[in-house]
C-alpha cells in the first residue's frame, strides 16, 4: 500500500513564527504536491514538485515556500505565519501519467494565533 | 476561470440510492476523479474517468459526458459508512486538477 505521512496532525503556532511541515512518501512516486483545505473551498494547491530539487507554484504560493532535497520528502515552510494561514494542509503523492490518482497524507490542521 | 461545481449537502436513507452531480468548466480537460473523504481524514481515490460513458466499481458508478462538462457519482445500497464528503476533481490542460468544494452526504437510518 501506497503511504503518504505528515510530520504531524495538529500543530499550534504563535504568528510571526516559522513553520515546517513535512511529508515524506514510501512509493518512489515523481510527483509531490501540498494543498490547503478550508470550510467551502475545494483544495488549494499551494506548490507541487515533480522532481527532486523542483518545484513549481501553484494557485495560492504566497506566504509559502517548499523543499524538496530527497525524492521522498517534500517540506512546506510557512516563512512568518499569520493568523489567516489557519487551515488544514495535506500533502499527496502521484506516479507520473494523467490516469494515476493522487495519494493523500493524513493531513496536519495547523492553527496560528 | 476554472469552476467545479457541486451540491453543497445531500441526505439519502440506508439502502437507498444517490446520485451526485458535477458540472466543471477548465481549461482544457484531461480526466475527472472522484475521491471520498470522511471527516478528519484524508481524500481517498474512487474512480477516474476520461471518455464518456459510465464507469461501474462494486456498489459505486461514476459518470461522465465531456460535452456537457458534466460526472455524476451513483452510490448503490447505501451504508451508514458512506457518510462522507465526495470530492469532484478535474485535470486541467496544464494536468493540474480543479476541486470542487466538495458534497457532504448525509446517511440517515
Known amino acids: 500500500d501506497v503511504k503518504v505521512t505528515q510530520s504531524s496532525r495538529y500543530l499550534v503556532k504563535r504568528t510571526g513564527e516559522k513553520v515546517f511541515l513535512e511529508c515524506v512518501q514510501d512509493?518512489?512516486?515523481?510527483?509531490m504536491f501540498w494543498y490547503r483545505q478550508d470550510p467551502g473551498l475545494g483544495l488549494r494547491l499551494i506548490y507541487f514538485?515533480?522532481?527532486?530539487?523542483?518545484?513549481e507554484k501553484g494557485d495560492i504560493p504566497e506566504g509559502y515556500s517548499v523543499s524538496r532535497e530527497k525524492k521522498e520528502r517534500f517540506s512546506l515552510i510557512l516563512e512568518s505565519a499569520s493568523t489567516n494561514q489557519t487551515s488544514m494542509y495535506l500533502c499527496?503523492?502521484?506516479?507520473?501519467?494523467?490516469?494515476?490518482?493522487?495519494?493523500f497524507g493524513p493531513g496536519t490542521r495547523l492553527t496560528v494565533t | 476561470g476554472q469552476n467545479i461545481d457541486q451540491p453543497t449537502e445531500m441526505t439519502a436513507t440506508e439502502g437507498a440510492i444517490v446520485q451526485i452531480n458535477c458540472t466543471y468548466q477548465?481549461?482544457?480537460?484531461?480526466?475527472l476523479f472522484w475521491y471520498q473523504q470522511h471527516a478528519g481524514e484524508a481524500p481517498t481515490f474512487l474512480s477516474y474517468?476520461?471518455l464518456d460513458g459510465l464507469e461501474e466499481k462494486g456498489r459505486f458508478s461514476s459518470f461522465l459526458s465531456r460535452s456537457k462538462g458534466y460526472s455524476y457519482l451513483l452510490l448503490k445500497e447505501l451504508q451508514m459508512k458512506d457518510s462522507a464528503s465526495y470530492l469532484c476533481?478535474?485535470?486541467?490542460?496544464?494536468?493540474?486538477?480543479?476541486w470542487g468544494a466538495g458534497t457532504k452526504l448525509i446517511i440517515k437510518p
Open positions: 512509493m518512489d512516486h515523481e510527483n
Open positions: 499527496a503523492s502521484s506516479p507520473t501519467g494523467e490516469s494515476h490518482e493522487q495519494y
Open positions: 477548465t481549461s482544457g480537460f484531461n480526466g
Open positions: 476533481a478535474v485535470k486541467d490542460s496544464n494536468y493540474q486538477l480543479i
Open positions: 474517468n476520461v
Open positions: 514538485s515533480y522532481d527532486v530539487k523542483m518545484k
